[in-house]
C-alpha cells in the first residue's frame, strides 16, 4: 500500500500517508453511516462524504483530472440528482421488510461475497507482490498528458463525443418530453378565465392557519375545513387537519404532549382581540 | 502537495464557516421544536408513503437531469482544454469550439422543442 501512495518526494510521503490514514477511516465511518442512517437525505450527504474522500485520495496519488472529474461529475451532478429525487418523490424513513425485486438478499449475498474476494484478491497483490509502477510515462503532469492525448491524438473521437451527448440529449427529449399541443395559455388568457369563473381572487397558498406550512398541506377555511383549491392538482393534499388553535395574547397555548409532535400553537387568529 | 495547500485552504475555511453559522444558530437561535422541523425538506412536500396516483411519477425530471449530465460532460472537458491552452493555441482553440458548438445544438433543440418548461 505505501509503495503506490509514496508516489511524491520524501517529504511529502509522510504527510500523504497521514492524510490517507485519516481519509480512509473518515470514508468508511461515512459509508457505514451512509448504510444505517434512516433518512434519505442523510444517506446522500454521507454518500458526498465518501466520494468528497475518494476525490482527495485520487487527487494525493497524483491523478488531479479523475480528482476533480470525481468532485464535478459526481459529487456535483449525480448527487446533486440524487437530493433533487428525493426532494420530488418523498421518502419516508420507514422500512420495508417485503422484498420488491424477486431474489434480492440472495444476489445482494452473492455480490457482496464476490466484491470481498475481489478486494482481498487485490490487497493481497499489492501488499506480498511487487506493486505495480505507478505509470512514469506521464507522471504527476498526467494532466496535461491526457490534455495531450484528448485533443492532438484522439481529436475525432473527442469531436464524436459532442455528437454522442446531442444523442442523449435527444433520447431524453424523445423518452420523457411531453409535446404541448395546444398553445401556452398567456397571463392576460388565465384572467380571463379566472374571471369568467366568478373567483376574482386567488386561490389561497397553502398550508394558511393549518398547523403545517407545507406545499401538500391545505390551507383552513375559517370554518376549520380544509380548502381543497389551496393544493396543487398535481399533489396528494393532506387531510387530518386540526382545527386551529385560539391563543390570545399572554396566554399560554396548550400543547399536545402526547406524542411529542406538533408543538407549535396554531397562529392567532383573533389577533384583534384586546387581552381582558 | 503545494499545489493542494490553496483548495485545503478554502476547504478548511468553508467547513470552519459552515460548522460555525451550525454552532452560532444552536447557540443564539430560538429553539421550538415541531414535527415540521424534523422532515427531510422543511415547508416542502411531505414525503409520502406512496407517490400521489397510485405509485407513479412524472418523469419531466428526466429531461433536465440528462441535460445537466450533458453539461457537465461538457465542463470535464473544458478543464484539461484549460490547463493546456497556450501549448495547444488556435488549434486547440478551434478544436473546442466546434465541440461546444455541437453541445449547443443539442441545447437549442431541448430549447426550441420546449424541453426546458415545468409543467
Redesign the interface.
Known amino acids: 500500500m505505501t509503495g503506490v501512495l509514496a508516489a511524491?518526494t520524501n517529504t511529502?510521503s509522510v504527510?500523504?500517508e497521514t492524510v490517507f490514514w485519516i481519509l480512509a477511516v473518515v470514508a468508511v465511518a461515512a459509508a457505514l453511516a451512509m448504510i444505517l442512517v434512516r433518512?434519505?437525505?442523510h444517506c446522500a450527504i454521507m454518500l458526498a462524504v465518501v466520494m468528497l474522500c475518494l476525490a482527495t485520495m485520487y487527487?494525493?496519488q497524483g491523478a488531479?483530472?479523475l480528482a476533480?472529474?470525481q468532485i464535478?461529475?459526481y459529487t456535483?451532478?449525480?448527487l446533486?440528482?440524487f437530493l433533487?429525487?428525493?426532494?420530488?418523490?418523498?421518502?419516508?424513513a420507514?422500512d420495508s421488510i417485503v422484498e420488491t425485486i424477486k431474489g434480492q438478499r440472495l444476489a445482494a449475498g452473492l455480490a457482496a461475497i464476490g466484491l470481498l474476494v475481489l478486494l482481498a484478491l487485490g490487497i493481497g497483490h499489492a501488499a506480498i507482490g511487487p506493486a505495480a509502477p505507478p505509470s512514469p510515462k506521464y507522471g504527476s503532469g498526467n494532466?496535461?498528458g491526457?490534455?495531450?492525448l484528448?485533443?492532438t491524438t484522439y481529436?475525432f473521437p473527442?469531436?464524436v463525443?459532442?455528437?454522442l451527448?446531442?444523442t442523449?440529449?435527444?433520447?431524453?427529449?424523445v423518452?420523457?418530453?411531453?409535446?404541448?399541443i395546444a398553445p401556452?395559455p398567456t397571463q392576460r388568457d388565465l384572467a380571463a378565465r379566472r374571471l369568467a369563473s366568478g373567483q376574482v381572487v386567488g386561490d389561497p397558498p397553502p398550508g394558511i392557519y393549518a398547523?403545517?406550512?407545507?406545499?401538500?398541506?391545505p390551507a383552513l377555511l375559517p370554518d376549520g375545513s380544509p380548502a381543497a383549491s389551496s393544493v396543487s392538482s398535481?399533489?396528494?393534499p393532506?387531510t387530518g387537519t386540526e382545527p386551529p388553535q385560539v391563543v390570545r395574547p399572554g396566554e399560554k397555548p396548550q400543547l399536545e404532549a402526547a406524542d411529542g409532535?406538533?408543538?407549535?400553537p396554531a397562529p392567532s387568529a383573533g389577533s384583534g382581540r384586546a387581552e381582558s | 502537495m503545494r499545489l493542494y495547500l490553496p483548495i485545503f485552504i478554502l476547504a478548511l475555511l468553508g467547513f470552519g464557516f459552515a460548522s460555525f453559522s451550525v454552532f452560532m444558530g444552536t447557540r443564539l437561535g430560538p429553539k421550538r421544536w415541531n414535527r415540521a422541523k424534523l422532515e427531510s425538506y422543511e415547508s416542502g412536500i411531505e414525503p409520502t408513503p406512496h407517490p400521489p396516483g397510485g405509485g407513479r411519477i412524472p418523469v419531466k425530471y428526466y429531461v433536465t437531469a440528462m441535460l445537466f449530465i450533458v453539461f457537465d460532460i461538457e465542463i470535464i472537458f473544458l478543464y484539461p482544454w484549460a490547463v493546456t491552452f497556450n501549448k495547444l493555441g488556435a488549434f486547440g482553440l478551434v478544436e473546442m469550439v466546434t465541440f461546444v458548438i455541437t453541445v449547443l445544438v443539442a441545447y437549442a433543440y431541448v430549447w426550441r422543442r420546449g424541453g426546458l418548461e415545468w409543467d
Open positions: 511524491g511529502d504527510a500523504v433518512r434519505a437525505v487527487a494525493m488531479p483530472f476533480f472529474v464535478i461529475v456535483g451532478a449525480v446533486m440528482l433533487f429525487v428525493i426532494m420530488l418523490i418523498g421518502i419516508t420507514a494532466l496535461t491526457i490534455a495531450t484528448i485533443f481529436v473527442f469531436e463525443t459532442g455528437a451527448l446531442i442523449a440529449a435527444l433520447g431524453a427529449m423518452l420523457a418530453h411531453r409535446e404541448r401556452r398547523l403545517h406550512d407545507s406545499a401538500d398541506r398535481v399533489l396528494n393532506r409532535g406538533e408543538r407549535e
